[in-house]
């Protein structure tokens, strides 16, 4: 890891299979299901000073 980069600080992975309504085909192969893969991850970002300052003011109003 680079320093400066975010961290990792934890995946989490769920594997889901859906049912299909009737079986399906392709002329090479038959399924009753179709599967798919969440994966959510929670990243430790640090800034520096002035990207947080940057960020804050950003998110002021401007002032006239």
């Given at each position: 890891?680079?320093?400066?980069?975010?961290?990792?600080?934890?995946i989490?992975?769920?594997?889901?299979?859906?049912?299909?309504?009737?079986?399906?085909?392709?002329?090479?192969?038959?399924?009753?299901?179709?599967?798919g893969?969440?994966?959510?991850?929670?990243?430790?970002i640090?800034?520096?000073?002035?990207?947080?300052?940057?960020?804050?003011?950003?998110?002021?109003?401007?002032?006239?």
């Amino acid at each position: 890891m680079t320093p400066g980069s975010p961290a990792v600080e934890h995946i989490t992975a769920r594997a889901h299979r859906v049912p299909t309504e009737t079986p399906e085909a392709d002329g090479t192969l038959e399924w009753d299901s179709t599967s798919g893969l969440l994966c959510l991850s929670a990243v430790d970002i640090a800034l520096s000073d002035a990207a947080a300052r940057s960020l804050d003011a950003a998110r002021e109003p401007e002032r006239d």
